[in-house]
């Protein structure tokens, strides 16, 4: 059996650059990961393959799992490679902004190539990770960097000072198109983009990354708010808390997340003060 975490993306910023003739949109965002916030996949090659999900948010997946299709294009890509049976335990909140589905798609490919040390260096695990969904790729990587194209072109970090953070999902009710909603609602304009935005240079200090991150936000932010009204009390709540250096959504919400001189007060206040809600604390890092 081998295990793994699939961590909790998030995006620290998140730039839409245009929208191709395809219809996909081109993106700029630093991403990087939740140290002790994640799912569990686990891997069993000496059971018959299939899926079985439990945890805390196992009965919000619903429809195709992404695990599944990530096993269904590998089994062609490679037909002998050994699978087996996946469990998944969901701590994650489902189309939360955090990469969840993704991460665990992720995750399950990195312990395919695990249990398949022979196989493993004739696949093209990139190109595998692309073809699931834009986050897919960088949760296969598994480590901050900065993204570009439609989530395919990766540019890791080498550095990325500790961010003290509490996320904050309020869990209000989800639409099951969520994210096509929100990109409706940002009506970028046509174009190529720019695949090819710079990165942004190596971040000596918090002080550095939060300029940055204060700089370039989340232009999903408006219109997620527009699909998912209580992502601006959220946000509100977040930013008067004391100590709070920064307050952002990741991806398309309705996840927020605030960075605190001391954030492990601020989550037990908030726990207290909102137990309906989905608060962790956690470090962000590469």
């Known amino acids: 059996m081998i295990t793994t ?3 909790a993306k998030i995006n620290l910023t998140l730039e839409v650059l245009g929208r191709r003739a395809d219809g ?3 993106l700029a965002s ?5 140290d002790d916030t994640f799912d569990i ?3 069993d090659v000496g059971k018959p393959v299939g899926i079985a999900v439990s945890g805390p948010f196992a009965t919000a997946v619903v429809g195709e799992n992404i695990v599944g299709r990530a096993l269904s294009l590998l089994a062609h ?3 002998k490679l050994k699978l087996g049976a996946f469990i998944i335990e969901k701590h994650l909140p489902v189309a939360a902004g955090i990469g969840g589905g993704s991460a665990d798609a992720a995750a399950a490919l990195r312990v395919i190539r695990r249990a398949n040390p022979d196989l493993a260096a004739h696949i093209d695990w990139a190109s595998v990770a692309a073809t ?3 986050d897919v790729s960088v949760c296969f990587k598994n480590q901050a960097c900065w993204v570009t194209g439609v989530g395919e072109e990766l540019a890791p970090l080498g550095a990325l000072p500790p961010l003290g953070t509490v996320l904050v999902n309020p869990m209000a009710e989800v639409p099951p198109n969520k994210t096509a909603q929100v990109f409706s609602e940002l009506r970028a304009p046509r174009g190529t983009g720019n695949t090819k935005a710079p990165p942004p240079g190596t971040f000596d200090d918090l002080a550095r990354l939060i300029e940055f991150m204060t700089r370039a936000g989340n232009h999903l932010q408006p219109p997620a708010t527009r699909v998912i009204p209580e992502i601006k009390e959220t946000l509100r709540i977040i930013r008067q808390k004391p100590g709070c250096r920064f307050a952002g959504l990741s991806g398309a919400g309705p996840t927020c997340f605030g960075v605190f001189d001391e954030p492990a007060v601020v989550a037990e206040r908030l726990q207290q003060e909102h137990p309906g809600y989905w608060i962790r604390l956690t470090q962000i890092t590469l």
């Open 5 to 7: 975490r699939a961590r």
């Open 24 to 26: 996909y949109h081109e």
């Open 30 to 34: 630093l991403i990087a990961f939740a």
């Open 41 to 43: 996949v686990t891997l």
């Open 77 to 79: 890509t490679e037909p």
């Open 132 to 134: 699931l969904g834009a």
